[in-house]
């Protein structure tokens, strides 16, 4: 169909904006937060000359390239990338350099997995080349299927299967009477972050750890398995790292708390905190299935079965599993490919933009999906500066490396730069991977009503509503109650959420406290049956994903005007009144938590005083009775509460002091005074941080976010309080209540003192 394509070709060079419909930010009537409605005006204008620019043709051709070969840390293909992407960061007229970190890496010497008893069952380890998938073949330059900073081991024991391998998996192995003392574990991968897995199991004694992929989660019970669906087949393995991040820092495990430059002071590999206790291999359902088959004792829980033909037995054995795995500890280069755009009236505050360029194997949509929108941005940025657009603030755009072993190029940066970012970083906003669907937003909750008016801007490629609109409605459809749908329908801005961790946002919020936004476009493709695979290659993202690439234009321009945005605003466009209802929400939470476990445990009390485990026992299915517990005290939270009211107050006067003064920020003369408002509003999300972290985790300083220590990727909001109360530290608990309503009313005096200097600034 040639013809109708150069139709649109022509089309497409006349009238670029037309082509996507009408670009619904240019005619958005709405005034811009921290702009005067003239600044505001033109800068809508500059905003909708960079969306006409992303052009799906290009997506295509940058991920043909990037995932042309297997580019892990320290391959010849991750540096070629980093260079491929300095050239192109130069070509579009940016400043652009490589920073180069050296880190601990390990790879697979030794992998041998097999069943000795009661059958003889070898392990095959191995994902096959699909004659249909063309890079699924470069055997030569593939990591083996491993996970990155499991600990050298050489055990033999019993196998226990222990569902995903939660605290509370091991609780109903407690109730069946089961232990995994001396024993290997075997978990399935997902409901929490893979490292939990073997951290968990080894604080319960267990001598090693089996991650597999249960086809129920990612495979044949979601869809046809790849190569003639999207999902998971049966040899497929997810790589990935089991670094245990949450308790101790991501990053170089060498070097943590420091950038892992040349001459930085490294820790010797047997006291870095960070590597697993026991050894770990993660392995297809392929290769799962006789072992789980082979497992007697109890049947597992119904909940714990997955769709395998089998009958998923818990053990112990008789299974009897052979894991032996040994690692080359060596120390690889990662490349951060850095670049900026200099700001034309406030240089020293900076808008900071990532995404790794580093993969498991190929990588297309993980992470390159993403890394093609955030390259078309800047090029698209280049040529809004050839025709004369001036950011006012500083933009750095980082291409990352090293992210997938745990976020090393991101974290190294931050940790070498820290003073600077203290310093200058106003936002860093992140993105990671992207497919067809809703528009996910994540962030610091002060730029909350800042990504909602962005949202608000963008057309969904596949609805033609903007994409706020599709997000709203998608949660309303999603919604679990009435009065949920109610606030969605009322609340002039959707909730976003708030981030645990996972990719390289992480050292920015959790350890610099840097206001910060995480993006991705999702919901409608199945990237989970091919995470971390050989089989993520540019032949599943074309023929399962965002085939067209719009999603990724979509991306691009979602980002992108939030990046120029951000740049442009005579004031920071932070707003707190959103943050202030937020707090109020986490603080009726944590009450909400504590009641909970108080009624939770009076309860089983209650029962086991009533006789009901003696009158629920099977003789055939015996179980065990849990201990009788402590009913939880009842902790202060009022300082928080007032924290909270001091904190929704100085919100609103703020609000109401932007509100007046918006007709003269477009005044030269008034904007050249607005440096110290703008000192303010940056701080705003450092004083939400501790110089000495949270409890035994002293590298998150982050008082209201972070992952949590036993959910990995997942966030704990105000993780002092929470998991004081969920790990039964109560004391501990009420302590961090102080400190976090210290924090927040500290957060109070600064907003505070933003509204009265605004409202004092004169023309
Ligand atoms: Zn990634």
Not at 140 to 163: C, H, K, M, R, W
Not at 391 to 415: K, N, Q
């Amino acid at each position: 169909m040639r013809p109708v394509a150069a139709i649109v070709l022509i089309f497409t060079l006349i009238f670029p904006s037309l082509c996507f419909g009408t670009d619904p930010g240019a005619t958005n009537p709405a005034a811009l937060v921290g702009y005067s409605p003239a600044t505001g005006q033109s800068e809508r204008e500059w905003e909708a000359k960079y969306r006409a620019i992303p052009d799906p043709a290009n997506l295509r051709e940058y991920m043909r390239r990037l995932s042309a070969r297997p580019h892990h840390v320290g391959s010849p293909y991750d540096k070629d990338n980093a260079e491929w992407i300095l050239a192109h960061f130069k070509e579009w007229g940016l400043d652009a350099h490589i920073e180069r970190f050296d880190v601990l890496f390990p790879t697979p010497k030794i992998r041998v997995l097999e069943m000795v008893a009661p059958t003889k069952f070898t392990a095959k380890l191995e994902e096959p080349a699909l004659a249909i998938d063309p890079t699924s073949n470069q055997k030569d330059e593939q990591l083996p299927t491993y996970n990155a900073y499991s600990i050298d081991g050489d055990v033999t024991a019993p196998l226990v299967f222990v569902n995903y391998g939660l605290p509370e998996d091991y609780e109903n192995l407690d109730r069946l009477g089961i232990s995994v003392k001396g024993a290997i574990v075997i978990a399935k991968y997902l409901h929490s972050w893979r490292g939990v897995k073997p951290k968990v199991a080894a604080e319960h004694g267990a001598i090693g750890c089996l991650i597999y992929s249960e086809p129920q989660d990612d495979g044949y019970t979601r869809d046809n398995v790849f190569p003639v669906g999207p999902m998971r087949p049966p040899d497929g393995v997810q790589r990935g790292s089991v670094m245990d991040f949450a308790s101790n820092s991501p990053g170089d495990p060498l070097t943590p708390g420091i950038g892992a430059t040349p001459d930085a002071k490294r820790l010797a590999l047997k006291d870095a905190k960070s590597i697993t206790k026991i050894p770990v291999l993660p392995i297809s359902y392929g290769d799962a299935q006789p072992l789980l088959t082979a497992l007697a004792g109890p049947m597992a829980p119904d909940e714990w079965r997955g769709s395998l033909p089998i009958p998923y037995h818990v053990g112990p054995g008789p299974a009897m599993v052979h894991l032996k795995v040994a690692f080359n500890w060596d120390i690889k280069p990662v490349y951060d490919v850095i670049a900026k755009i200099p700001g034309s009236v406030a240089p020293d505050e900076w808008i900071i933009r990532g995404n790794h360029h580093d993969a498991w194997v190929n990588g297309a949509e993980d992470p390159i999906s993403a890394q093609v929108s955030l390259l078309e941005e800047a090029r698209s940025m280049g040529l809004l500066l050839k025709q004369g657009w001036k950011p006012r603030r500083t933009i750095i755009y980082c291409a990352w490396d090293g992210e997938e072993p745990m976020l090393l190029g991101s974290t190294e940066w931050a940790e070498t730069h820290a003073d600077e970012l203290r310093q200058h970083a106003a936002v860093y906003i992140n993105t990671d991977s992207n497919d067809r669907g809703i528009l996910n937003m994540g962030g610091s909750h002060s730029l909350e009503q800042f990504i909602n008016g962005v949202a608000r801007d963008i057309e969904d490629p596949e609805t033609r509503m903007t994409v706020w609109q599709r997000a709203q409605l998608n949660a309303i459809a999603n919604a679990k109650s009435a009065d949920d749908r109610k606030e969605l329908r009322q609340r002039s801005d959707l909730r976003i959420n708030a981030l645990g961790s996972g990719t390289d946002f992480t050292a920015y919020l959790d350890h610099i406290g840097i206001a910060t936004l995480d993006l991705e476009y999702g919901g409608e493709d199945e990237g989970a049956g091919i995470y971390h695979s050989v089989y993520d290659d540019f032949y599943w993202y074309t023929h399962f994903s965002d085939t067209n690439f719009v999603y990724g234009r979509a991306l691009a321009q979602t980002v992108g005007t939030s990046v120029i945005r951000l740049a442009d605003a005579e004031v920071l466009p932070f707003d707190f009144v959103d943050f202030a209802d937020t707090m109020e929400m986490y603080t009726k939470d944590l009450e909400k938590l504590l009641a909970d476990k108080q009624e939770e445990i009076r309860e089983r009390n209650q029962e086991l005083d009533e006789g009901m485990f003696k009158a629920t026992f099977d003789p055939r299915r015996p179980t065990v009775a849990p201990e009788k517990e402590e009913i939880p005290p009842h902790l202060n939270f009022a300082p928080m509460q007032n924290a909270v009211d001091s904190l929704t107050r100085s919100a609103k006067h703020y609000q109401q002091a932007l509100a007046q003064k918006q007709a003269s920020l477009g005044d030269d003369a008034f904007a050249a005074k607005l440096g110290a408002l703008n000192r303010e509003l940056i701080e705003t999300e450092r004083k939400l941080t501790n110089a000495d972290g949270l409890p035994r985790r002293p590298w998150y300083k982050h008082l209201l976010y972070a992952p949590g220590v036993y959910s990995g990727y997942g966030v704990k909001t105000v993780p002092g309080v929470r998991e004081g109360i969920e790990q039964k530290q109560y004391a501990e608990a009420e302590q961090e209540i102080v400190r976090v309503a210290r924090a927040l009313e500290d957060e109070s005096t600064v907003i505070e003192s933003a509204a009265r200097d605004l409202e004092q600034t004169q023309r």
